[in-house]
């Protein structure tokens, strides 16, 4: 479903606009500028964000995407650990959501309908009779503006959007912001911010696929997770919640103790029949400092979420299947990657019994996620 329509693909070789180091720190801290291409009439830049300790972030404003993220292992090797492609016509043509911020409502809409203030709004369906990810041309699949933070302590690229009213069926102008800093500490800091002009719903996140192996080498089964969460949102069988809060406690969905990915995923437990594996929003007990830690022992990396979210979708990649080839032509096969989609619950503008996800004209939307990334 990649719009054609706005795309206009323009290749270029390499081309440095410009680099700016960040003269608070040493010199290794930087962010470089590059341009990847054109589309939408638009330019598109990979920025290149290094820390002190010579890591590497690299982010592109097509979809406010996170590209690559090569951090080290327990031996000091470094690798990439995230979804992304080497070429900007992968990028703008391959899997529409690897690492890309998503929005104007993350997850899913039922049959692409919801009320507000007794007016019927209605979606394109992009997910069989649903709506997914803010619709076919959501925010993974737009140009943003982009500005490097030259005052930041850490490097940082701002993202920011404007999303016109009934863009996607939305009512209301949202002014749409995202803030990526990388820090010494390995933490991608991502702060969101939306402000609308008429009241809408919005539900952001960010859709980045991992694999502590190295992307693209094996599965993640043996990765083992632990994820506060002592609840989690029923689907039914097209994934919409039934609005079921349903405790862990005995399920094969209870990560508050770490278990394997891969331990009880294939058990003839309904949810992970009609999930296809886990495919769930986690209800986050927004207690403990971190909200989820996964660590695979392999190659001894971690990767903690900590968010201010009340949800938080667990993704084993059951739809990957090998045709998308991304950095270094690796095939992204079934289960080779997980996501962490920190955000309010699917469907909540159909229920009344979830966080609301309305905002409000003269409110501001702010939320942040970290993930951040260690050895152990
Ligand atoms: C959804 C999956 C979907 C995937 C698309 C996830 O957020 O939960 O069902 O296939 O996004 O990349």
């Given at each position: 479903?990649?719009?054609?329509?706005?795309?206009?693909?323009?290749?270029?070789t390499g081309a440095i606009v410009f680099a700016s180091c960040n003269q608070s720190s040493?010199?290794?801290?930087?962010?470089?500028?590059?341009?990847?291409g054109t589309t939408q009439g638009k330019e598109v830049y990979m920025f290149t964000l290094t820390n002190k300790e010579g890591n590497v972030l690299k982010l592109t404003n097509f979809g406010?995407?996170?590209?690559?993220?090569?951090?080290?292992?327990?031996?000091?090797n470094k690798d990439n650990i995230t979804f992304g492609y080497d070429t900007f016509e992968g990028t703008i043509t391959g899997d529409k959501y690897f690492g890309?911020?998503?929005?104007?409502?993350?997850?899913?809409?039922?049959?692409?309908?919801?009320?507000?203030?007794?007016?019927?709004?209605n979606l394109p369906l992009n997910d069989g009779p649903n709506t997914l990810h803010g619709g076919p041309a959501g925010w993974h699949s737009v140009v943003w503006n982009a500005e490097i933070l030259k005052d930041s302590k850490y490097p940082a690229v701002k993202f920011t959007y404007v999303?016109?009213?009934?863009?996607?069926?939305?009512?209301?102008?949202v002014n749409a912001e995202v803030v990526y800093t990388w820090t010494d500490n390995n933490e991608i800091v991502m702060d969101y911010k939306c402000t609308t002009d008429k009241k809408t719903v919005v539900n952001v996140t960010n859709h980045a696929y991992f694999n502590l192996h190295g992307a693209g080498n094996g599965d993640i089964l043996d990765h083992v997770l632990t994820l506060k969460a002592s609840a989690f949102t029923p689907i039914d069988s097209v994934m919409i919640p039934t609005g079921e809060i349903r405790p862990v406690a005995g399920t094969p969905f209870d990560f508050t103790t770490p278990h394997a990915i891969g331990e009880r995923i294939n058990e003839q437990y309904n949810q992970l029949i009609l999930g296809k594996g886990y495919d769930h929003n986690f209800v986050l007990d927004n207690i403990d400092p971190v909200d989820v830690t996964v660590y695979d022992s392999a190659s001894g990396r971690v990767l903690e979420v900590i968010t201010d979210q009340p949800g938080m979708q667990f993704y084993t990649g059951n739809f990957l299947d090998g045709t998308q080839i991304g950095h270094g032509g690796k095939p992204y096969n079934y289960?080779?990657?997980?996501?962490?989609?920190?955000?309010?619950?699917?469907?909540?503008?159909?229920?009344?019994?979830?966080?609301?996800?309305v905002l409000n004209p003269g409110d501001t939307l702010k939320t942040q996620t970290i993930y951040r990334f260690s050895v152990r």
């Open positions: 479903m990649m719009k054609n329509r706005l795309l206009t693909l323009t290749l270029v040493k010199n290794k801290e930087m962010v470089k500028q590059e341009i990847y406010a995407k996170i590209n690559w993220i090569e951090v080290p292992d327990k031996n000091g890309a911020v998503v929005g104007r409502y993350a997850n899913r809409i039922a049959k692409g309908k919801f009320t507000l203030d007794g007016v019927e709004n999303s016109p009213d009934m863009e996607e069926g939305f009512p209301g102008t289960r080779s990657g997980f996501c962490l989609e920190s955000g309010h619950y699917p469907d909540s503008p159909n229920h009344p019994n979830f966080p609301s996800t």
